[in-house]
T-cell receptor, first 109, second 115 residues
């Protein structure tokens, strides 16, 4: 079966760095996405990785290792507005997105 | 950037009535649209995938006669919840994928409350 695992909840301090991990087992791989979702709102796109390595975009970076079925989202200089759920999703061989359950990130002052 | 709209943003209806939700891609052509449902504190659950001009593909456990999906054009898909019941109360989100890319662009969601 297809499976995406990520921690349910994480807590971090304003100004700090946090890494949210995601492991996956899917039938085929056409890229991995990270989305941010604030409560009561739709997800917004953060990053897309299809090749191994690190993609940096401002305060957010995403890493992929296809051989390990592993990705992480790194958030630097955390701000209170970063409190949200972070969703990991893998596009399988049918170009369908397989979603993780999301990681709720709580930022404390 | 690509924009997807949904209408209405929220709706309250009585049990037994039907509700139609529209999803529009405003500045691109969406060959494929996706309908998701999200219950409180849970992840997105894909309900169905629709391609323009063809019948939608429903996920296991989703009743196609209850959740009617129409994707009549490259910019519009509709989801109709027929004979709604309180357990259908949820956050319904559509997303659209354009001709060239992999990314799904999400609409703002529709919060449905059935009383």
């Amino acid at each position: 079966g297809q499976n995406i695992d990520q921690p349910t909840e994480m807590t971090a301090t304003e100004g700090a760095i946090v890494q949210i991990n995601c492991t996956y087992q899917t039938s085929g791989f056409n890229g991995l996405f990270w989305y941010q979702q604030h409560a009561g709102e739709a997800p917004t796109f953060l990053s897309y990785n299809v090749l191994d390595g690190l993609e940096e975009k401002g305060r957010f970076s995403s890493f992929l290792s296809r051989s390990k079925g592993y990705s992480y989202l790194l958030l630097k200089e955390l701000q209170m507005k970063d409190s949200a759920s972070y969703l990991c999703a893998v596009m399988d061989s049918n170009y369908q997105l397989i979603w993780g359950a999301g990681t709720k990130l709580i930022i404390k002052p | 950037g690509a924009v997807v709209s949904q209408h209405p943003s929220w709706v309250i209806c009585k049990s037994g009535t039907s509700v139609k939700i529209e999803c529009r891609s405003l500045d691109f052509q969406a060959t494929t649209m996706f309908w998701y449902r999200q219950f409180p504190k849970q992840s997105l659950m894909l309900m169905a995938t629709s391609n323009e001009g063809s019948k939608a593909t429903y996920e296991q456990g989703v009743e196609k006669d209850k959740f009617l999906i129409n994707h009549a054009s490259l910019t519009l898909s509709t989801l109709t919840v027929t004979s709604a019941h309180p357990e259908d109360s949820s956050f319904y989100i559509c997303s659209a994928r354009d001709l060239s890319g992999y990314e799904q662009y999400f609409g703002p969601g529709t919060r449905l409350t059935v009383t």
